[in-house]
């Protein structure tokens, strides 16, 4: 089936460490992002990337960082400068930057972040 | 800049009942308008779109919204509630036109719960 694959769902940070959040899509889409969602918050975009090897910051992408390397895979890192991680964090795909008509951005199942 | 304001964190109704769920946006451009449905510890569903045309746009599950320009608004309604409609709901706002890599500008979303 085609799709976004988020792991793990369910990750759990030492303080100080860094920690690498894994996204593939099967869908061979161009424009890749990563979201952070915080409870009655509603979702914010920390990095997105249009095409291979490039990326670009989101609103919030302090203590954060990402590759794109294949065009399938976009790992989002939550450095431990990253002040407060603990949050879900959902990756999202769409077939280019264009929001067109024919355009629509997809979403992951979601990865849950812990700092224990 | 783009934003949007989801009245209401919280909209209770009875199973059968009329759902109302309200949205604002503000831009500077026509935007493209978008509702998400997202299920407990799940990613986000895309619910229905607006980007030209017909302005009262119909999506799955019964769900339509209008869009109004006049009032900045794109409500969602949807005539009978159905138990398996609780979750919560986001709207959101994309503004193309400058090639910003497709972002949407998400509100802080509202939980609906359907009483039996």
């Known amino acids: 089936d085609g799709g976004i694959t988020q792991s793990p769902k369910y990750l759990f940070r030492k303080e100080g460490q860094n920690v690498t959040l894994s996204c593939e899509q099967n869908l061979n889409h161009d424009a890749m992002y990563w979201y952070r969602q915080d409870p009655g918050q509603g979702l914010r975009l920390i990095y997105y990337s249009q095409i291979v090897n490039d990326f670009q910051k989101g609103d919030i992408a302090e203590g954060y960082s990402v590759s794109r390397e294949k065009k399938e895979s976009f790992p989002l890192t939550v450095t431990s400068a990253q002040k407060n991680p603990t949050a879900f964090y959902l990756c999202?795909?769409?077939?280019?930057?264009?929001?067109?008509?024919?355009?629509?951005?997809?979403f992951g199942e979601g990865s849950w972040l812990t700092v224990v | 800049a783009q934003s949007v304001t989801q009245l209401g964190s919280h909209v209770s109704v009875s199973e059968g009942a009329l759902v109302l769920l309200r949205c604002n946006y503000s831009s500077s451009v026509p935007p493209y308008l978008f509702w998400y449905v997202q299920y407990p510890n799940q990613g986000l569903q895309l619910l229905l779109k607006?980007?030209?045309?017909?302005?009262l746009v119909k999506g799955i599950n019964g769900f339509e919204a209008e869009f109004k320009k006049s009032e900045t608004s794109f409500h969602l309604t949807k005539p009978s509630a159905h138990m398996s409609d609780a979750a919560e709901y986001f709207c959101a706002v994309s503004d193309d036109l400058y090639n910003q890599g497709g972002k949407l500008i998400f509100g802080q979303g509202t939980e609906l719960s359907v009483k039996p």
């Open positions: 607006y980007t030209t045309g017909a302005t």
């Open positions: 999202a795909s769409s077939i280019n930057g264009l929001l067109s008509s024919g355009n629509t951005i997809y």
